[in-house]
């Protein structure tokens, strides 16, 4: 991996109350959706990953084994473990998160009484 490639942001925080794994899927599969891991890359091992961020290192194939599930990375035995390079599989995976947000929009909304174009006009409203 290239030394000013991040696999996860330094300032990345565990949250406690979800297991560690899926916050680690979740930020790397933006940084990747988002191009900041380039298609290509080559990642850390899972034992350097583990130590790099202090975690147990089945925490961490897990992780890839999640990734490699989504179709986001492929791993070569005695190669490594790569982003894909497939750009329609990445193109599937920024929707799911588009999609998810707008989700997470509209629940919120609800929560107070709104919908999302309530909420969409009120923010024009403060802008």
Do not use: H, W
Not at 66 to 93: N, P
Request: zero cysteines.
């Amino acid at each position: 991996m290239e030394e000013s490639l991040e696999l996860l942001p330094q300032q990345f925080q565990i949250n406690p109350s979800r297991p560690i794994y899926e916050q680690f899927v979740e930020a790397i599969r933006g940084r990747i959706v988002t191009g900041l891991i380039p298609l290509g890359s080559r990642l850390p091992s899972v034992r350097d990953l583990a130590a790099d961020r202090g975690v147990n290192p089945t925490t961490t194939a897990r992780t890839y084994q999640e990734l490699e599930r989504m179709g986001l990375i492929v791993t070569y035995r005695g190669q490594g473990t790569f982003v894909t390079r497939e750009q329609d599989v990445i193109g599937e995976a920024r929707k799911e998160m588009i999609l998810e947000a707008v989700r997470q929009f509209k629940a919120a909304g609800a929560s107070l009484g709104l919908s999302a174009e309530q909420m969409l006009q009120f923010d024009k409203e403060e802008s």
